[in-house]
């Protein structure tokens, strides 16, 4: 048939890649985070991906545990000048939210639709093969 025969992808990598999650092979961004309306390839619609707050809290997170840990090892071993904390961790800070912010929803947004979050708010998210359009509403 004219179906593409793909192989669905490895949903951690299609995530950290921002590759769609049913083909693999589209793009699932538009921009630097905003998510595209369909994949280029499948025609999966994105419509029902809402990552909400998730990704940016889970960096926030990540990034102040991470460079908080860095600042008291270094101000505790080395007791550097103020402005050598600064140099050091507001690119480092800039550097690993921003960095981490897009593989982050990507996973995000991938993992729900591998297990499907989804469908259990909204009976019409869309499955294999469809487009997301099945008329569960009518
Ligand atoms: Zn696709």
């Not at 991906?49 to 460079?67: C, E, R």
């Not at 897009?102 to 469809?130: D, I, W």
Request: aromatic fraction near 10%; include cysteine.
């Amino acid at each position: 048939m004219s179906e593409p025969k793909t192989r669905p992808p490895f949903p951690l990598m299609a995530g950290l890649k921002g590759r769609c999650p049913r083909c693999g092979q589209g793009k699932l961004f538009d921009g630097f985070l905003g998510t595209a309306k369909q994949c280029g390839h499948c025609r999966l619609n994105y419509a029902f991906f809402d990552s909400g707050d998730g990704p940016a809290v889970f960096v926030m997170f990540l990034t102040g545990t991470l460079v908080v840990l860095a600042a008291l090892i270094v101000e505790l071993k080395y007791q550097p000048e103020y402005w050598v904390h600064a140099v050091l961790w507001l690119p480092l800070t800039l550097g690993l939210g921003l960095g981490l912010l897009r593989p982050a929803k990507g996973l995000m947004l991938v993992t729900q639709y591998h297990f499907r979050a989804e469908q259990r708010l909204r009976s019409s998210f869309p499955r294999e093969g469809e487009d997301g359009e099945d008329g569960a509403n009518g």
